[in-house]
Nanobody
């Protein structure tokens, strides 16, 4: 089993920045790919960014290109999401996810085996 705990959410004005963290514990050696998703009220959970731990390969949703940066610290079993130039439409609960079966980029909710509890990000206009 893998446990994921997100932190770093909060209230920020449009144009501001936040850095989310996701700390993994438990069977972390089995985690190959980690990702960030978000879910706004009344909407489906959507892909934000993903990173392959071994290679550092990343992929972003179109809305995150140029604004969001995903990174990882394998020694700390932690993945980060730096979010810049935030917009009100970025308001959502942000979830961290971990996959232990693939060594590739994963952008679908169904690709992941473990999920954190989520952290709220609110961007005011």
């Amino acid at each position: 089993q893998v446990q994921l705990v997100e932190s770093g959410g909060g209230l920020v004005q449009a144009g501001g920045s936040l850095r989310l963290s996701c700390a993994a514990s438990g069977r972390t050696f089995s985690v190959h790919t980690m990702g960030w998703f978000r879910q706004a009220p009344g909407k489906e959970r959507e892909f934000v960014a993903t990173i392959v731990r071994r290679t550092g390969s990343t992929r972003y949703a179109d809305f995150g290109q140029g604004r969001f940066i995903i990174s990882g610290d394998n020694a700390k079993n932690t993945v980060y999401l730096q979010m810049n130039s935030l917009k009100p439409e970025d308001t959502a609960v942000y979830y961290c996810a971990a996959d232990e079966t693939k060594f590739t980029i994963a952008s679908r909710v169904t690709d992941y085996d473990y999920w954190g509890q989520g952290t709220q990000v609110t961007v005011s206009s």
